[in-house]
């Protein structure tokens, strides 16, 4: 079975105007949506308090609103998921002397005010100020030092401008799953930043698949134009790319749709980072690896220093 | 043509079984079992067992086995009601000498333990429990650090003879006020030469005609203090998570401020965040029978080495400034009933300095009152005090007592548990806290699995019909690529979370990247008229750089999400990781083997099944 025809010969690099464009159009509504809409950031790092019940008969909700304002938490928001007898109670950050660990013991309290049978905690989460603080900061820091960790790395295999052109699909890709998680407003958690990062390294693996090739592809096809190069490069990868982006695609569906709500957000991520970094990696970088003006002496000059072990044959 | 040398299939194969008996441990269930630990830590005696079984005879439950490891003692039942049953009859049988813990041991067959194969343990998102993050305030913990110095600086002068005007806390140092000439310089040789006064820097102030000192605490000491104060408050917590009874708890240091206390499968977590946020302790004080409480609560006079606090009615109490014992002297409490009045109480051991100062002072003071006062700190550094019983000293006594005036059974014995639990040595708060209820655990780890499970299914029925035998060969390579990560998992010891799950999916997906270049290398030396045998060699050579080379990039992003992930994150980086070293092997040099086991001995192939 062959999805794609091997020796495809689509004009990618003819249409790179168009991509650009489109990539301008994503690129300009992500911002724009992180900067209007911003993001739906979660407990981890707005800090406050979280819990999870389920009642043994559907639930009142007007009660529970009652039950805990009596007990003094009037900024408690509840609402139901799943079934009528699942709660969930969010309680906002406060300030640092208030926010302790206790409120969940209080609304557990207030929960069970009234109700006949046990009230089930399903889960507590409460993430203080000062840790949340950091994580925003941690999670920033990571995707900086992935960012310069790959760049250098790439520049060691190859040459300063596909370090470039990787980084820029690199940011690319981030801002716009980051733009799509901010537009559908999936709540922004520790397992995003994991997924985002997540993308990142799978983003990567496809743009390093056709850096390879053009690299492999420049000293062959010597009386070719630097366009010509990267077009071939992007056809004779094409069929991998799909197959890969496919079969990651199987298991990150499978994911969403049986990994329960807890894995929800990553997986979410994932899928849209999936197929943002698979049109990247064809259209942004190799583009902006043509821009900056690669050409074979680029890459003769780094086969001499690095002199590959396995690549030539 | 495309032959492997022998070794590379010995080593194969040496990975393969090696793979295989480091995973199958986790193919065991679990067997609901009763562990019993000593309370303070001891070795267990060797007729303990008997003690047991006995218990467990008469309460008419019946017992699969029987281990002792190390200092814990391990009943494996049945059924978990056998299980509650027996750890009720245990309980009672023992006391309170003994943890008598619930626990789930792995039901891995002795030969396989044989070889250290354990299965891994999973999460608290999939086992449920309680994860507390908790900080040490250290402002407090250096304030109590300064009170100290005060108090033993005090105690010092007084016992020299030296007659000081003030000593006392100075914002984070300490001023001592004197009035000769002569007594500064005999302080400061105290200040030099005595060892519990070390670390201090002194300068000489003059204010007006008084004589004056003032000392900080050098920076390397209060880091040592620091650190003391941290560990000891982890020595403390260990003694309360073992109150609780819980299995296998996780109490560790992270970072310089905060301890991270992970109780898996714990059902009563309010009591448990009771138990474990509790910064609660006791301190044995003198009334001051010299002065009336009322007076000096009304006037505002309060006598300088004295102190007014008030008791649970909110009546002052007058109580001298000088220490007793506390709480960290503390070795043992128990609740109880007064024999003779039938109120509950809790009996008290010290230890050798705690006796010895308590008998010192009881000697001396038959007759007199003496108050507990109960210290509760709260975040911020705010702390209430509040003296929970005043009694008269009827005989002198040291290492053994009684405390009353409490007003339930309950107090009592929460009091006691508090007590037994040791005081922290700073106060702590919980700044984070994520708690997942045994039922949401389970239902997380049946989805999780299910959807390993098909995401694992489809990616190998689309391989098979994408690249046909080249597709099952990969297919191969893959469910051992998954028994390879998860024994490497087992043997780390790795605690299998959600998001570790979920990055042996994506390694699943992923894992097939190495053989999907291979492949259409291989199908595009097959286009380019190569011979069959030929192409083969050319794909596997040809993709491996790539291969090489899009690995490591993602392995650099999985390690700079090890480096800032916490918890779940870190699983999900180490997963993530693992999946791509093993997977490199897989489906590189395992599926190379295949093909060439395959197609490599015929000396004439005329076409490839991809």
Do not use: C
Not at chain 1, 131 to 142: C, D, K, P, S, Y
Not at chain 2, 179 to 187: M, V
Not at chain 2, 527 to 553: C, L, M, V
């Amino acid at each position: 079975m062959q999805i794609l025809k091997g020796n495809s010969n689509f004009d990618f690099m003819g249409r790179s105007n168009i991509a650009l464009i489109l990539s301008a159009v994503l690129m300009v509504v992500s911002i724009g949506s992180l900067v209007t809409r911003g993001l739906n950031f979660g407990l981890d790092f707005t800090g406050g308090t979280l819990i999870e019940v389920t009642f043994p008969a559907a639930a009142d909700i007007e009660q529970v609103r009652t039950n805990l304002q009596e007990a003094g938490l009037n900024d408690a928001v509840v609402q139901t998921f799943g079934a009528a007898s699942d709660i969930v109670v969010r309680i906002p950050p406060r300030s640092e002397e208030e926010s302790t660990a206790e409120i969940s013991t209080v609304v557990l309290d207030a929960l069970q005010t009234g109700v006949e049978g046990e009230v089930e905690m399903l889960r507590v989460e409460f993430v203080g100020p000062q840790v949340g603080e950091e994580l925003t900061e941690q999670g920033i820091l990571a995707v900086i030092y992935a960012l310069i960790g790959i760049f250098l790395y790439v520049m060691f295999r190859f040459q300063w401008r596909f370090s470039v052109g990787a980084v820029i699909a690199l940011i690319h890709d981030i801002t716009i799953s980051m733009g799509i998680i901010s537009l559908v407003q999936i709540q922004f958690d520790l397992t995003v930043v994991a997924a985002l990062l997540a993308v990142i390294g799978y983003s990567l693996n496809d743009t390093i698949v056709l850096f390879d090739r053009i690299r492999e592809n420049f000293p062959r096809m010597i009386k070719s134009d630097p366009i010509t190069v990267v077009n071939t490069s992007v056809n004779q990868t094409l069929s991998r790319t799909v197959m890969t982006s496919l079969t990651t695609l199987l298991v990150l569906v499978a994911l969403f749709v049986f990994g329960g709500e807890i894995i929800h957000a990553f997986a979410f991520t994932l899928i849209v980072g999936v197929i943002i970094g698979t049109y990247s990696s064809i259209y942004v970088a190799s583009t902006s690896l043509l821009r900056l003006g690669v050409s074979k002496f680029d890459l003769l000059q780094v086969e001499k220093e690095g002199e590959n072990l396995d690549s030539m044959p | 043509m495309n032959q492997y040398p022998a070794w590379k299939y010995i080593l194969i194969t040496i990975i393969l079984v090696l793979g295989a008996v480091y995973a199958l441990p986790n193919l065991f269930g679990k067997d609901p079992a009763v562990q019993v630990t000593s309370a303070r830590g001891f070795s267990i005696p060797a007729d303990l067992s008997t003690t047991v079984d006995d218990a467990l005879v008469v309460a008419g439950v019946d017992y699969k086995s029987r281990e002792q490891i190390d200092n814990r003692l391990l009943y494996r039942f049945n059924n978990s009601d056998a299980q509650l049953q027996a750890s009720e009859a245990i309980k009672e049988a023992l006391g309170e000498q003994y943890v008598v813990a619930l626990n789930l041991a792995h039901a891995t067959p002795p030969s396989l333990r044989a070889f250290g194969g354990k299965p891994m343990t999973l999460g608290l998102d999939l086992q449920g429990g309680v994860h507390f993050l908790m900080q040490v305030d250290m402002d407090t913990a250096r304030g109590q650090q300064l009170d100290r110095f005060v108090d033993d600086i005090r105690t010092a002068l007084r016992e020299e003879g030296i007659r000081y005007i003030s000593v006392r806390r100075e914002g984070n140092g300490l001023l001592m006020m004197l009035r000769s000439e002569e007594d500064r310089a005999r302080t400061e040789e105290i200040l030099d030469t005595n060892e519990s006064l070390v670390g201090l820097n002194v300068r000489e102030i003059d204010q007006g005609e008084n004589f004056g000192l003032s000392a900080t605490v050098e920076e390397q000491q209060l880091l040592e203090l620091q650190q003391t104060a941290l560990r000891q408050n982890i020595t403390t917590l260990r003694n309360r998570v073992n109150e609780l009874g819980v299995a296998e708890p996780v109490i560790q240091q992270q970072g310089a401020e905060r301890v991270v206390v992970q109780l898996p499968g714990v059902q009563d977590t309010v009591e448990a965040k009771k138990i474990i946020g509790a910064t609660a302790t006791l301190e044995y004080r003198a009334v001051d029978e010299g002065h009336d409480a009322y007076t000096a609560a009304q006037t505002g006079r309060v006598p300088p080495e004295s102190r007014l606090y008030s008791d649970n009615e909110g009546q002052p109490v007058l109580l001298k400034k000088r220490l007793i014992v506390s709480g960290d002297q503390l070795i043992g409490a128990s609740s109880g009933f007064d024999q003779r009045t039938g109120q509950p109480q809790v009996s008290v051991t010290l230890d050798g300095v705690g006796a010895g100062r308590m008998l010192d002072f009881t000697r001396e003071n038959v007759g007199n009152r003496m108050a507990v006062v109960y210290i509760e700190q709260k975040p911020g550094g705010r702390k209430t005090e509040e003296v929970i019983s005043v009694a008269v000293v009827r005989e002198p006594f040291g290492k053994r007592f009684q405390t009353t005036g409490l007003d339930s059974i309950d107090e009592a014995s929460q009091l006691a548990l508090l007590l037994r639990a040791g005081a922290l040595a700073a106060p702590m708060e919980i700044v984070e806290e994520r708690t997942v209820g045994p039922s949401l655990g389970k239902l997380n780890v049946e989805q999780g699995f299910k959807s390993v499970v098909i995401g694992f299914l489809l990616v190998l029925v689309f391989m098979a019909l994408y690249y046909r035998v080249f597709g099952l060969v990969a297919d191969i390579a893959l469910f051992v690529n998954l028994i390879l990560l998860i024994s490497l998992l087992s043997m780390l010891g790795a605690t299998l979370t959600m998001p570790g799950i979920a990055g042996i999916v994506l390694t699943v997906g992923m894992a097939v990247d190495a053989n999907v270049l291979i492949f259409e290398r291989i199908r595009e030396e097959l286009r380019n008229g190569n011979t069959p045998q030929a192409s083969i060699r050319a794909g596997y050579d040809k993709a491996f750089s790539t291969i090489a080379d899009a690995n490591i990039t993602t392995l650099i992003a999985a390690f700079v999400l090890f480096l800032f992930g916490t918890g779940p994150i870190k699983g999900f980086a180490i997963t993530l990781s693992l999946g791509i070293v093993t997977s490199m092997f897989t489906a590189i040099m395992g599926t190379r083997a295949v093909v060439n086991l395959i197609y490599g001995g015929r000396k004439r192939v005329a076409k490839l099944r991809i």
